[in-house]
């Protein structure tokens, strides 16, 4: 991989020959295109490779929370990349030869803010989770005027439901609910604060796993 830093035509996208071109955080560079390998991949990249696209498909839904609350995006891997990374090395378990993600310990978001304290989470009638926590707008960066965000996944139907600023901390209560397609599902609850600026997040919190009535 070399990196284009001069010439009359600057940075390009698309490939050239055997050259590919393209834009990398923020640095335009050129690469030649990878040979095809003509041998059989190891039962453990194949596995690799499942738990990576597993993962990938899992968490595209939650790419443009996790581009700006995931880790500090510094260094050479990007927030969303950081994700995919914690997951599949703190997310995956095997069940016999198959892995599996393990719920309450897959992080949304993952920051210096203060998160919830004593949060907990309450299933009502009409698809509804009923959300209550505990004042700590003196923790910290934390203010009262934080906002509450949900994130709910259903694995029978393999959808997120995304709930943003649905409450600021300061108010200690907060409802979502869910479409009627979700009726007599369960769903993984997960819950982060934000700032106003939007520039910093928590520590996603794992509620469990839900009815909905």
Avoid: H
Avoid at 10 to 39: E, L, M, Y
């Amino acid at each position: 991989m070399a990196r284009i830093t001069k010439g009359i035509l600057g940075g390009f996208s698309g490939k050239v020959g055997t050259i590919v071109g393209a834009n990398w955080r923020g640095q335009d560079i050129i690469r030649s295109i990878p040979k095809p390998s003509s041998k059989q991949p190891t039962d453990k990249q194949l596995l690799q490779q499942t738990k990576f696209s597993m993962v990938i498909s899992f968490l595209q839904p939650l790419k443009n929370i996790q581009t700006k609350y995931f880790g500090s995006g510094s260094g050479s891997k990007s927030r969303v990349n950081m994700a995919v990374s914690y997951t599949i090395s703190e997310a995956l378990q095997m069940n016999g030869d198959v892995p599996e993600l393990v719920y309450n310990k897959v992080l949304i978001t993952k920051g210096d803010l203060a998160g919830f304290q004593n949060v907990t989470a309450a299933p009502q009638t009409g698809n509804t989770i009923a959300l209550s926590w505990e004042d700590n707008s003196a923790q910290g960066k934390a203010d009262t005027a934080d906002k509450a965000n949900a994130v709910c996944y259903c694995e029978e139907l393999g959808t997120f439901e995304i709930f943003e600023s649905v409450a600021e901390r300061g108010a200690l209560t907060a409802d979502v609910t869910m479409p009627v397609s979700y009726t007599g599902k369960e769903i993984q609850v997960w819950v982060f604060f934000r700032n106003t600026k939007e520039t910093l997040a928590c520590n996603s919190a794992y509620l469990g796993a839900y009815l909905l009535i």
